[in-house]
């Protein structure tokens, strides 16, 4: 199974700024100098080998969006942010083979898990199927109020694609195309509900836009036994542990270090950082993630436990 991000960024897209890019330049040169750089060494080795992600490239501006790729032929999406229109690009430019049958399941009706949706090429085909799966009562309303006639110029109702509406509960266990499915309710603005995908003995948890307070130090907390095992935890860690503690309590997102803990305490093989936060650049985010890495140390000395931090593009391959 592959999981691929399309969308990583939390809340809204982001650009990355010349004076980023600038920045970026700079350090990668004085890096250059340092190692002599300029003496004919491979370039390519010198970037893999000497730059940090946050010199030589770019955790992305898309909101949230991830496929997984369970071989079989039809698409699996975990909403439709903005990182849903490169999808499109890429199964077009890759004349991808699969049946155009596409599953999409939306953790919650914000924005910036549903933007996408209007500029995601196969629902202009009159040979695609979308399954759009939720839990809410105003799913289907949602995306016909996104594209009414003040909002964008084409209409839900005139796309092409055979478009059906599938309303799902939580905590029920359904079987989709072969995957083992089942959802949990979670604390966030108007709710929102985490995945969990079983297939050929990999496990995969999508859960992002949730705030996990005090009581998730409880040993029985649902989520240790909902996230329990998995082979990918894809995890809302739009803030810092002092800002999710403080200014930014109760505001339904968690930090990177609650991300770890109950990670860890459910046996999970790979965390990976999610939803990140906008205000963010590059170095910060590269520095929230040697802190995760830090932090699981101090928590669990011995764990075995890999931690990656989202960004577009990222494939995880289960
Ligand atoms: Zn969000
Ligand atoms: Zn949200």
């Given at each position: 199974m592959n999981i691929k991000i399309w969308g990583s960024r939390g809340s809204l897209p982001i650009s990355v700024t010349a004076d980023e890019v600038r920045y970026k330049i700079k350090e990668a040169l004085a890096i250059a100098c340092k190692e002599q750089i300029?003496?004919?060494?491979?370039v390519d080795k010198f970037i893999d080998e000497k730059l940090p992600f946050y010199v030589w490239g770019s955790y992305g501006s898309n909101t949230s969006c991830v496929e997984i790729d369970d071989g079989s032929d039809e698409y699996f999406i975990c909403d439709a942010g903005s990182g849903i229109r490169d999808l499109a690009v890429d199964i077009i430019e890759n004349k991808?083979?699969?049946?155009?049958i596409f599953n999409l399941f939306i953790s919650h009706l914000h924005w910036d898990h549903i933007q996408g949706f209007p500029f995601f090429?196969?629902?202009?085909?009159?040979?695609s199927v979308i399954n759009i799966y939720g839990f809410h009562d105003t799913l289907e309303e949602s995306f016909f109020y996104q594209q009414n006639t003040n909002n964008f110029?084409?209409?839900?109702?005139?796309?092409s694609a055979q478009i059906n509406f599938k309303k799902l509960k939580p905590d029920q266990q359904y079987d989709i195309s072969g995957f083992k499915f089942s959802a949990i309710k979670q604390e966030h603005p108007g709710d929102s509900y985490g995945f969990r995908f079983e297939k050929n003995d990999k496990i995969f948890i999508y859960s992002t836009d949730a705030e996990h307070g005090?009581?998730?130090?409880?040993?029985?907390?649902?989520f240790i036994d909902f996230f329990k095992?998995?082979?990918l935890l894809i995890f809302?860690?739009?803030?810092?542990y002092q800002e999710a503690m403080n200014?930014?309590?109760?505001?339904?997102h968690s930090s990177n270090i609650v991300g770890v803990e109950l990670a860890e305490r459910a046996g999970v093989k790979r965390l990976c950082l999610f939803?990140?936060?906008?205000?963010?650049?590059d170095k910060v985010l590269f520095e929230v993630h040697k802190e995760s890495e830090r932090y699981l140390k101090h928590f669990?000395?011995?764990?075995?436990m890999q931690i990656y931090i989202a960004y577009d593009g990222y494939n995880i391959e289960l």
């Open positions: 300029c003496k004919g060494a491979d991808r083979k699969k049946n155009r090429l196969p629902a202009y085909s009159k040979d110029p084409v209409q839900l109702n005139q796309l005090e009581e998730s130090e409880k040993a029985n907390y649902a095992n998995a082979d809302d860690a739009q803030y810092r200014e930014k309590k109760n505001w339904g939803h990140n936060e906008p205000g963010y650049n669990s000395p011995g764990s075995k």
